[in-house]
């Protein structure tokens, strides 16, 4: 029996570093310190795995997988690689090296999560913190869109609300909390103060407190549902914190107004650092989509809807994102990498999908494998093979192996490479 | 002018990025060069010819060139951007980025257009005879200015964020607009004959800027005061210039018609003016 401790969890952008994982031969036997999900992902990452290479349903080697995977890519004048934020750092710069060889797209999942995120951070900018500062100094924490009561499930305890800081050190009764949301959820019972605003008005909302803090006298008796006192008073409390964070999620990224509810958040939180310290960060949901973000930044200038098709990477979310490209039935091929745009895709996304040849890298079987041409079993990053993967707040973090993979089981990386080295030598011979 | 007339025959399904339709690059040539310009298909490199019938004739100036495209276009990108002089004539739809940071000639464009037409233009006329989409005259991802000059005309319908980062120019829409009309507008001017949607003017520092909605607003931001209901001369002015220069016959109905001013965005400290005619 062996004991792997301060294990990194590979499941959402919280990537807990203090997990204690007990394996006994091949088996994970017990799972220490993590919540719900990430026990039973660890305990059951054996089930319904994608058994063996295969081609149009049908098993093949690995060898001829790569070939027939390579053959579909190095044909296709408009390929896109799509996937990447449930694998390692590794895995990423591949699938960008990928894209370049190809003359293709390379998009990630954030052109349907935080994507208008970080198009309204590259419009406004951003004030950036780690969550140990926030669990050491912030004194104001407001959720907005976002339940980490059930997508973040140990946010509040390790980082947000429980933890004794430096500067916190009565933990919970040292932080005033605050939740905005559409509906009442859970964070109702968890957050000192729960701020009901109408559905389609959290911009407006946004817009308002920013014009409070600079001090405009607000005649409307109510904004979005929420009384003009409220507001007020949130303004107050905004201003006298000593520290204060927004940690705003798809409620806010995906509602009525997207991009520009974020840059109404990063505007109102401009606002307050004129009198205290405020930030803000999103609450990215898979584990390492701000992982995928920053290689394809480092690596292409842009972080997500880079086009190679010209030989130089050029972006421009809305025209190269997956799902308008699939949308518009412009992408004639496709390899997905750890995600299952089957199963969360737009229908007529999907349904040009489903016509052009795919390839897919997955542990799982999923939607996506099925409709795949070719779908290649991987070792699960974090769990059978180590890597790197970036937190929501941007602090990489080292992923371990805890477990060995199955014979012959490779991870996204190594088959990426394979694939890469083959689309080479196709390419080479063609011209 | 010199008339160069291309006609679309078989376009491929994925689109063509087509930047050499434009004045600039043809005026100068011969028709045989013309027609072996390089266009792009996905990661292939193709020629002019292949997609379109090249007849005509070529000017030396681009001032001198026009160039018709006898068809419908909705995949070819780029028709007319970067165009400094000369003028296009689309007599059909055209593809994504029509006119963009154009600074010269006139367009026209008898269908629809994709996103982007005449994004960050800085001169000269595109005439949208039909709907545009998204960011008609806005800003790219990421750049803080859009539009810094010429004129925008939308007959139809127009999507969002239509003139986004807008600094200077003139956007004019008959039919209705989608929302953030004039997001983080800091110059120039809007007019919108049609319905305006909500979030118009959205964190627009004004800098002397105005919106003007002649066909009714469905929302105007609690981050902007209603200052007065009065006749502002300059509107006479502008109306007078629609309908003589512009040919918007349907302006002369507002010579005499008072304005609502709204004043804002007060969440950045604006001073851009919304005004709403009085029905
Ligand atoms: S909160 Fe997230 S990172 Fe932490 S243990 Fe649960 S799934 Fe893993």
């Known amino acids: 029996m062996v004991v792997h401790s301060d294990v990194v969890c590979p499941f959402c952008g919280c990537l807990c570093d203090d997990l204690e994982v007990t394996v006994e031969g091949d088996e994970i036997v017990g799972v220490k310190n993590a919540c719900a999900i990430s026990r039973s992902k660890f305990m059951n990452h054996g089930e319904n795995r994608l058994q063996e290479p295969a081609i149009d349903g049908k098993k093949a080697s690995l060898e001829k997988a790569i070939e027939e995977a390579a053959g579909i890519l190095a044909d296709a004048k408009r390929p896109l690689v799509y996937g990447l934020s449930s694998t390692d750092c590794g895995a990423i710069g591949r699938a960008v090296e990928l894209a370049e060889v190809l003359g293709g797209v390379v998009d990630n999942t954030s052109s349907v999560c935080h994507g208008p995120t970080i198009l309204a951070l590259q419009q406004v900018g951003e004030s950036k913190t780690t969550l140990g500062e926030v669990k050491n100094r912030a004194d104001l924490v407001v959720f907005w869109g976002s339940n980490p009561t059930e997508s973040h499930l140990r946010h509040l305890i390790r980082y947000s609300a429980m933890p004794k800081g430096m500067y916190v050190p009565e933990g919970r009764k040292g932080r005033y909390i605050v939740a905005v949301d559409v509906r009442t959820t859970r964070m109702e019972r968890v957050a ?178 099925m409709l795949s041409r070719v779908a290649i079993p991987v070792a699960t990053a974090g769990v059978e093979a180590e890597g790197t993967a970036y937190r929501m707040d941007g602090v990489a973090l080292r992923l371990s192996k805890v477990v060995e993979p199955e014979d012959g089981l490779l991870s996204d990386e190594a088959v990426l490479e394979a694939i890469i080295e083959r689309v080479r030598a196709l390419k080479g011979e063609v011209g | 002018m010199k008339e160069l007339w291309l006609t679309p025959t078989a376009l491929p399904s994925i689109p063509v990025e087509a ?79 029509a006119g963009s940071q154009m600074s010269g000639g006139e367009m026209l464009v008898e269908g629809n257009t994709r996103d982007w037409a005449g994004a960050e233009m800085s001169g000269g006329l595109l005439r949208i005879q039909d709907d545009s989409r998204n960011m008609t005259g806005g800003a790219y991802r990421g750049s803080p200015e859009g539009m810094t000059g010429g004129c925008i005309v939308v007959e139809g319908d127009a999507g969002v964020e239509l003139g986004s980062f807008m600094r200077r120019g003139m956007i004019v829409v008959k039919g209705d607009v989608a929302p953030f009309c004039g997001v983080h507008m800091n110059g120039g001017e809007i007019f919108i004959m049609g319905q305006a949607a909500r979030r118009l003017g959205a964190e627009a520092k004004g800098n002397g800027g105005f919106i003007a909605c002649l066909g009714g607003v469905d929302e105007i931001l609690p981050t902007y005061v209603h200052e007065t209901t009065y006749k502002p001369t300059f509107m006479k002015l502008y109306m007078r210039q629609l309908r003589d220069v512009l040919g918007l016959e349907e302006a002369a109905r507002f010579l005499e018609t008072p304005f609502r001013r709204y004043v804002g965005d007060l969440a950045v400290g604006g001073n851009c003016e919304i005004l709403v005619a009085e029905k």
Not at chain 1, 234 to 244: E, F, P, T
Not at chain 1, 274 to 285: A, D, E, I, Q, S
Request: hydrophobic share 40%.
């Open chain 1, 192 to 369: 000192d103060e729960f701020v009901k605003v109408d559905q389609g008005g959290d911009f407006e909302l946004l817009l308002v407190l920013r014009a409070a803090v600079r001090g405009v006298k607000i005649k409307a008796e109510s904004v979005s549902g929420v009384p003009r006192e409220t507001i007020m008073e949130l303004v107050r409390r905004m201003k006298g914190a000593k520290m204060g964070i927004i940690f705003f999620g798809l409620g806010l990224t995906q509602s009525d107004g997207r991009h520009m509810n974020i840059d109404a958040a990063v505007g109102l939180v401009t606002e307050l650092n004129h009198h205290t310290k405020f930030l803000l960060t999103p609450m990215r949901g898979h584990y390492n989509v701000a992982g995928a973000n920053s290689v394809t930044t480092w690596q292409t200038g842009y972080p997500y809807a880079v086009d190679f098709a010209r030989g130089y990477p050029r972006y421009n979310p809305g025209e190269y994102t997956s799902v308008d490209l699939l949308a518009k039935e412009e992408a004639d091929a496709a390899i997905v990498i750890a995600s299952d745009p089957a199963a969360t895709f737009p229908a007529e996304a999907v349904r040009h999908l489903a016509k052009i040849p795919v390839v897919t890298l997955d542990q799982k079987v999923t939607p996506t494998t």
């Open chain 2, 19 to 97: 930047e050499v339709i434009c004045p600039d690059v043809v005026a100068g040539r011969t028709l045989k060069d013309v027609s072996s310009l390089e266009v792009y298909v996905g990661n292939k490199t193709h020629i002019l010819g292949e997609f379109f019938e090249v007849e005509g004739e070529l000017a030396e100036q681009a001032s001198e060139q026009m160039i018709v495209v006898d068809g419908t276009c909705q995949t070819v990108k780029y028709i007319g951007a970067k165009m400094t002089a000369g003028s296009v004539h689309v007599k059909g739809c055209a593809g994504m980025h």
